[in-house]
């Protein structure tokens, strides 16, 4: 299931981003130690009520030099298509504005569930004038204040409120879910029309998610595939050209609801940085990952080539270390074949589960060839291992101390772990505990 979508929007200086920052808390900060994983503020994670969802920080849009009331249409009007629920910041020191009404009259037509806030009423004395904000046509306008963090606990709950409306899809646990993500024109959908012309597949349509996606559900030999449609990534039109950032969050949506994602780069102008940073979010995710090179057919090669481009991509792609790699053309089908038994492989790996008592047997090995540094004079020790969850897998190290495990000595075990059960083209995680 995707996670839902929270947008906040509203005119510039009501505290849209210092809302955001109070939503989703720490992790805004959070800055993760591996190669080529970058971060973009332009949204983040939070968590209410056991709801996981994604939050949009419409204040971090940069759109230039567009007039004041172009701005804050551009940015209402991506919130209306990208989010399940928004929030509408106003604010009430100043009372309802002009421009205040005029976010409303876009909102009035975006048919979401709009759930109203008025901001920077930081002592009671100021709670008489958010009934004004009754007039935007919203409902019950909720007092809160950002600086202080007062009131987002009542506002959060309307907002959950509307996620129990929300419509999952229902498939199969055995249905493999995977999606294409990449920047605009590395040939997603050339890819996925290859793949459905090449295995002459029944093709049917099946509506998702409340998100007007559409699945691509087809079976071949003997396996059922469900492709998540990422066409969308960026639509056409000024709005999502002038904010190209947006087209990360269409790519997060599909990631969620994945098993495999599929990261298409293209072979002929090689990767970029775009390409890493998408790249970093189904990693972060925890999906099962394969990198597909396209348009391998217009590259001038010799017997070197995919070797040297290999090593490129295994240099900007760190973190993937563990994704296959694909070289294909889907504009002339040739290595189409190759895909997708990587991505059935993958799929396997992310459920895989091993016995508790084989994965002892690697990690004592493990220890036993190369013992763990001390620090200041004590040595961590390793009591035994089990595995905890499965897509993406991970393990629970039991030790006397978990500050001790550090973070190269958790690789090592990671790379023990994968030499012995495999794990190709999914993540997996290693936790320290302290045993009881």
Do not use: C
Not at 189 to 206: D, H, K, T, Y
Not at 379 to 386: F, M, S
Request: hydrophobic share 40%; no cysteine.
């Amino acid at each position: 299931m995707a996670k839902p979508v929270i947008a906040i929007v509203g005119r510039p200086n009501v505290g849209k981003s210092t809302i955001f920052n109070r939503i989703v808390g720490e992790r805004v900060s959070i800055v993760e130690d591996i190669p080529g994983v970058t971060r973009d503020r332009i949204y983040s994670s939070g968590e209410w009520l056991n709801y996981q969802f994604n939050v949009i920080d419409t204040g971090g849009i940069d759109i230039g030099d567009e007039p004041f009331l172009a701005q804050i249409r551009q940015q209402a009007e991506i919130a209306i298509d990208e989010a399940d629920v928004i929030i509408f910041m106003t604010n009430g020191r100043e009372g309802v504005t002009a421009a205040d009404e005029e976010v409303a009259k876009i909102l009035y037509r975006s048919k979401k569930p709009v759930v109203l806030a008025v901001n920077k009423v930081d002592n009671p004395d100021m709670r008489a004038s958010v009934y004004d904000f009754y007039a935007l046509g919203f409902g019950e306008p909720f007092p809160i204040s950002g600086s202080h963090g007062l009131g987002l606990g009542d506002l959060l709950d309307a907002v959950a409120e509307h996620f129990k409306n929300l419509i999952t899809e229902e498939y199969d646990e055995e249905t493999i879910k995977f999606s294409l993500i990449g920047r605009p024109n590395v040939g997603k959908s050339s890819l996925v029309n290859a793949l459905l012309g090449e295995e002459r597949v029944i093709v049917s349509n099946i509506a998702g998610t409340t998100r007007d996606a559409v699945d691509t559900s087809y079976r071949y030999e003997g396996q059922d595939f469900v492709i998540i449609d990422t066409a969308g990534m960026r639509k056409k039109g000024k709005v999502y050209e002038s904010t190209e950032k947006y087209s990360v969050l269409r790519a997060l949506k599909a990631i969620d609801r994945s098993d495999v994602v599929l990261v298409v780069i293209d072979g002929e102008e090689g990767i970029i940085e775009q390409d890493k940073r998408i790249a970093g979010y189904a990693h972060e995710a925890g999906r099962a990952v394969v990198i597909v090179v396209n348009k391998w057919d217009a590259v001038e090669k010799d017997e070197k080539t995919m070797k040297d481009f290999e090593v490129k991509i295994r240099d900007h792609f760190q973190f993937l270390d563990y994704a296959p790699i694909v070289f294909l053309s889907a504009k002339t089908t040739r290595r189409i074949h190759t895909l997708l038994p990587q991505i059935v492989r993958a799929s396997e790996n992310h459920a895989l589960r091993v016995q508790t008592t084989v994965l002892n047997d690697v990690i004592m090995d493990a220890v036993a060839m190369n013992p763990a540094p001390t620090d200041k004079g004590k040595r961590l020790k390793i009591y035994y291992a089990t595995q905890v969850a499965v897509k993406p897998p991970a393990f629970a190290i039991f030790v006397n101390e978990p500050e001790l495990m550090h973070f190269s000595y958790e690789r090592f075990l990671q790379n023990r772990i994968r030499d012995a059960f495999g794990f190709e083209g999914t993540p997996i995680k290693i936790f320290s505990r302290a045993r009881k």
